[in-house]
Each structure stands twice: as C-alpha cells, then as structure tokens.
C-alpha cells in the first residue's frame, strides 16, 4: 500500500507503515488474511487452497490507533 501521506482518522497524526509478528512453533511469521470463513480441525485451522495475502498494518504516531489491510501480492 505504502502510503507516505496516510493521515490517522481519529486524531489526524501521521500513519507509520508495520505488521503484525505472528509467533509459530517454527519461528515467527507477518500476518495473513484467509478468505472465506474458518474452517477448524482439531490440529489449529485448515487453508489449504484459500486465498492468502500478507497484512500491513498502519499505526497513528499520535494516539496509537490502527488499521491493518490485507495487500494484494506483488508480481
């Protein structure tokens, strides 16, 4: 997305570009969004076969608020 302009909604700061970290038993990971609902097995979540981007998110450097998108993959 990388929006240098990005200005926050509630208190009109500027947005600083990040992620969130995922901790997982091999290591750590940034977060995805999973289209289509959960579907939960006994082991954690299944998605193989669904649709996955990386999510950015965006933070106010003024009160703190966030907005995270999931990002189209690049080419």
């Not at 997305?1 to 290591?27: L, V, W």
């Not at 750590?28 to 999973?34: F, H, I």
């Not at 959960?38 to 998605?47: C, E, F, I, N, S």
């Not at 003024?62 to 690049?74: K, N, T, W």
Request: charged residues 25%.
């Amino acid at each position: 997305m990388h929006h240098a302009e990005m200005i926050g909604p509630k208190c009109r700061a500027a947005m600083e570009e990040g992620f969130i970290n995922d901790h997982t038993h091999g290591g750590e990971m940034v977060s995805e969004w999973v289209g289509g609902q959960p579907d939960k097995r006994w082991w954690g979540l299944k998605t193989g076969g669904k649709e996955k981007l990386e999510v950015a998110t965006y933070r106010c450097t003024g009160c703190g608020y966030r907005e995270s998108y999931a990002l189209p993959a690049q080419g």
